[in-house]
């Protein structure tokens, strides 16, 4: 019987094998550019920081990340009036775009992955990871 942990890791890595043979070599998006467009998708205006913090990835990675995003035009950056050395970063209208093509598809895959599961577990499971979140986060 495999350890919770590694069961965790398996998921995320069964699930990214297949976003990056099929959605991102077709959209020119690496994994990790797709988690920073998820991220501000929903909450645009985020700093590099808050990216790093929300994803979990390290800051190395985001900052990889949102230059490729910026390579392509999916992501511009307007400067802090609190804070000038901070940006606050948007999706272009490209990115926008994308985010929409690309959100839709990964919902598609959400549906596949979850069609065995019924809603009292995915409100347990969603409970669960919140938590494990958290605990996380509070040990870093």
């Known amino acids: 019987m495999d350890p ?25 998006l690496t994994l990790n550019e797709w988690r920073v467009m998820a991220v501000l998708g929903g909450e645009p205006g985020l700093n590099a ?12 990675a985001v900052s990889r990340a949102l230059a490729g995003l ?9 400067d802090d009036p609190a804070d000038r050395r901070r940006g606050r ?11 929409e093509t690309v959100g839709a598809l990964g919902r598609q895959r959400e549906a596949v992955l979850f069609e065995g599961v019924n809603a009292d577990e995915l409100a347990r499971l969603d409970a669960t990871l919140d938590k494990l979140i958290a605990a996380v986060q509070r040990a870093d």
């Open 4 to 28: 919770l942990f590694f069961k965790l890791v398996r998921v995320v890595n069964l699930t990214a094998r297949p976003f990056h043979e099929k959605v991102g070599r077709e959209h020119h």
């Open 49 to 60: 920081t808050q990216i790093a913090d929300f994803t979990g990835l390290d800051k190395m």
């Open 70 to 78: 910026g390579r392509h035009g999916r992501v511009q950056r307007h």
């Open 89 to 99: 970063l948007y999706l272009t209208a490209a990115g926008e775009a994308l985010h």
